[in-house]
């Protein structure tokens, strides 16, 4: 259940069988949001959404359309999607760590935007 991140423009991610694309990538910088365009396959059916998976509005209303669309209970969605946000998290910070540190002209360090 790791995320692969061999195409960082179309990472992938599999929970039992359900597949999950994030087709363009996930934004390394603003931890503020994780804004990222999905693809959600099930059985040869697939849903196809752009979204902020820190909205918790839209992020349910996603949930509610895959469990309708793929006839799974909304809590096994959910919770697909709750293990999902963490490995992206964690991914995120990781690749932050791999950023070079900016510095200003006088050499001092600058915060990441």
């Given at each position: 259940?790791?995320l692969?991140?061999?195409?960082?423009?179309?990472?992938?991610w599999?929970?039992?069988?359900?597949?999950?694309?994030f087709?363009g990538?996930?934004?390394?910088?603003?931890l503020?949001?994780?804004r990222?365009?999905?693809?959600?396959?099930?059985?040869?059916q697939?849903?196809?959404h752009?979204?902020?998976l820190?909205?918790?509005?839209?992020?349910?209303?996603?949930v509610?359309?895959?469990?309708?669309?793929?006839t799974?209970?909304t809590?096994?969605?959910?919770?697909?999607?709750?293990?999902?946000?963490?490995?992206?998290?964690?991914?995120?910070?990781?690749?932050?760590?791999?950023?070079?540190?900016?510095k200003?002209?006088?050499?001092?360090?600058?915060?990441?935007?």
């Amino acid at each position: 259940m790791e995320l692969n991140t061999e195409n960082r423009e179309h990472i992938i991610w599999q929970y039992e069988q359900i597949n999950f694309g994030f087709l363009g990538g996930l934004k390394i910088e603003g931890l503020e949001r994780m804004r990222v365009t999905l693809k959600v396959e099930y059985k040869q059916q697939a849903v196809r959404h752009n979204l902020d998976l820190y909205n918790n509005e839209s992020l349910d209303k996603l949930v509610r359309r895959c469990a309708e669309r793929f006839t799974l209970g909304t809590a096994y969605i959910s919770g697909a999607f709750a293990t999902l946000i963490n490995l992206l998290e964690a991914y995120r910070l990781e690749q932050l760590k791999l950023l070079p540190k900016k510095k200003n002209r006088h050499g001092n360090l600058l915060k990441q935007k």
